[in-house]
């Protein structure tokens, strides 16, 4: 089985201050990993993803995610947060051949960037 | 490009009342799920396909249920409501080519039980 674990419900950074958000996964085969971002009232946006290949992902506005295979962990950093940075991030994971391609996800992190 | 198409997005029902959930995909993807989402829980996945005619459960499938006939919808059904299923439900869509996979997601349903 699968799963992730988002480390802190609430992330509260200063505009222009670097931004990290922690996930950990666990899973018996090899992963594909996920970071979405949900702004209120609407749905999931993709940031990035890890499939296959080189473990440092550059996504959408700025954001990026390093695969740790050592430590199960897929973290999303971004040198400098925006006032539009501030919404719900959702790390994912799904598994590789074998399994279903459904994702589960992480409970989730509330971004709050402070002027 | 529509993408993936809930309807409705908002709905309040009556304890015990049945309703079911649409779920539309254009993309021709093989694989469809529908979470729920509740206040520091995430998202949940109720049920998922991985085909037309073929269904499975996920973390939290009782009070619903879901049929898959064609590769394009994929709907919920409330059975008989209860305030618990209080939530809003998102479903998505999802595929995998080669070593690339990535699901997409509708706006949501946000449902509301009394």
């Known amino acids: 089985a699968q799963s992730v674990t988002q480390l802190g419900s609430h992330v509260s950074v200063s505009e222009g201050a670097l931004v990290l958000l922690r996930c950990n996964y666990s899973?018996?085969?090899?992963?594909?990993l996920f970071w979405y971002v949900q702004y209120p009232n609407q749905g999931l946006q993709l940031l990035l993803k890890y499939t296959t290949g080189a473990t440092l992902v550059k996504g959408i506005n700025g954001f990026e995610a390093e695969f740790k295979k050592s430590e199960t962990s897929f973290h999303l950093t971004k040198p400098s947060a925006h006032m539009s940075d501030a919404a719900e991030y959702f790390c994912a994971v799904s598994v590789r051949p074998g399994g279903s391609y459904i994702p589960t996800f992480g409970r989730g992190t509330s971004l709050i960037v402070h002027p | 490009n529509a993408g993936v198409t809930q309807t409705p997005k908002f709905q309040v029902l009556k304890t015990g009342q049945s309703m079911t959930l649409q779920c539309a995909q254009d993309m021709n993807h093989e694989y469809m799920s529908w979470y729920r989402q509740d206040p520091g829980m995430g998202l949940r996945l109720i049920h998922y396909s991985v085909g037309a005619g073929i269904t499975d459960q996920g973390e939290v499938p009782n009070g619903y249920n879901v049929s898959r006939s064609t590769t394009e919808d994929f709907p919920l059904r409330l059975l008989s409501a209860a305030p618990s299923q209080t939530s809003v439900y998102f479903c998505a869509s999802s595929y995998r080519q080669g070593q690339n996979t990535e699901a997409f997601f509708g706006q949501g349903t946000r449902l509301t039980v009394v």
């Open positions: 899973s018996s085969v090899p992963p594909y």
